[in-house]
């Protein structure tokens, strides 16, 4: 119940492509669905979040899709550039509990040029 | 403006040593976690502390691991009796409150490697 289950695991995709990655978790208690980048040698970084009294969210390149009744949630990288090239992991937490992340497996992108 | 500070970066110990891993969180923030990261997969959440408290510890091993966040000074992630299985990466994460879908800011970590 606490997994957040995330696909695929790798993924290629070329320059000025759309990138999808997505995640399903089966905890309704869940209410904070944050998406983070790491590359090598560094820390997770927060790209963007959202909590599911909104379908969609968007930032820039960067837009998150959420299906409350399916228990999905996915990641689309609009033109995706060399530089997106990276590992991303979805994440759920119980926000209005408590701000421990549960994490996906993570997907290794790699943006051709 | 610093963000999260671990050290060291990287650690190495001999099997049956003991490693201590420290992190400053963000100045202002009393929330920290850790969580680890092994090849391949995905963090794991192992701790959570408020300033002398212990919030959630439900992700740490029972035996060998133990954290601590004093008054004052940083966080420490203490591994008592290394062993090969404990090498990984570990990840501090800082947040200024402790619910609510504030953002957690992670450090680089420590790249902890048991020979």
């Known amino acids: 119940q606490q997994q957040v289950k995330q696909s695929p695991q790798s993924l290629i995709v070329q320059k000025g492509g759309i990138s999808i990655i997505n995640c399903a978790y089966e905890n309704t208690a869940f209410d904070y669905f944050p998406w983070y980048q790491q590359f090598p ?33 996915s990641l689309h990288i609009m033109d995706s550039q060399p530089g997106d090239s990276a590992t991303y992991f979805c994440a759920a937490s119980m926000g209005s509990a408590t701000n421990k992340l549960i994490f996906g497996t993570g997907t290794l992108l790699a943006v051709q040029p | 403006n610093a ?15 003991e490693a201590r891993l420290r992190c400053s969180p963000v100045k202002g923030h009393s929330h920290v976690y850790w969580y680890r990261q092994l090849p391949e997969e995905g963090l794991k959440f192992m701790v959570y502390l408020q300033k002398e408290n212990i919030i959630d510890e439900s992700g740490m091993p029972k035996e060998r691991f133990s954290a601590e966040f004093p008054k004052e000074g940083p966080s420490i992630l203490r591994i008592q009796q290394v062993v090969r299985g404990d ?29």
């Open chain 2, 87 to 115: 090498s990984a990466a570990y990840f501090c994460a800082s947040s200024l409150y402790g619910q609510g879908d504030t953002e957690a800011f992670f450090g680089q970590g420590t790249r902890l490697t048991v020979v």
């Open chain 1, 41 to 73: 040698g560094k820390g997770p970084a927060l790209l963007i979040a959202i909590r599911p009294d909104v379908s969609e969210k968007k930032e820039g390149r960067f837009t998150i899709s959420f299906n409350k009744s399916a228990k999905q949630f």
């Open chain 2, 3 to 17: 963000g999260v500070m671990q050290n060291p970066r990287h650690l190495v110990r001999r099997r049956g040593q």
